[in-house]
């Protein structure tokens, strides 16, 4: 059975392995320093796990201030040869916006808006994010690599909070 929980530092060699997979990392020391410099800076890391094998990784962090209400979706992989790939993937993203959820309400705000980078030849990934009410804002030509776009999504969570007043509200 698939359970998520809080990913430790006890976790980065099966964190990077994941991730290694979808991100464009030299080696596995780079990834490692990667995962530990996030973790240093306070990203919120979460696993999919079954028995002992790590499946799939989600991170995230606070953009901003608590009062913006506005969380950047960070890394988000899952085993690609997993059998319950897209079962993962969805338990590791209702997480990550649940975990936003909570962290934004024990500050005393509220989760406003929810943005994340997707690579322009991941198509899996743009299906599921547009499928769960995310919204392409802009593509960004080359951005990261020379001829590689990627594409900004963003996820309104409330429309109008008094906490931003004298914010526009989206429509």
Known sequence: MVSIRKATLHDAESVIEVLSRYYNFENKD???QIFHREYSLHYHFRVAVEGDEILGVVS???HGLPKHGIAKLKRIAVLPDSEQRSMVLEMLYD??????DYFYRDQGYA???VYMMVPGNN???????????MHCEARL????YEGRDEYMYSLFMIQHSPMLSGVPSVA
């Open 60 to 62: 995230w962090r606070m």
């Open 111 to 113: 989760l406003r808006k």
């Open 141 to 144: 030509h080359s951005h990261y």
């Open 30 to 32: 780079e990834a490692l």
């Open 95 to 100: 997480a990550a916006l649940a975990d936003m």
């Open 123 to 133: 198509q899996f990934l743009h299906a599921f994010v547009r499928d769960h009410g």
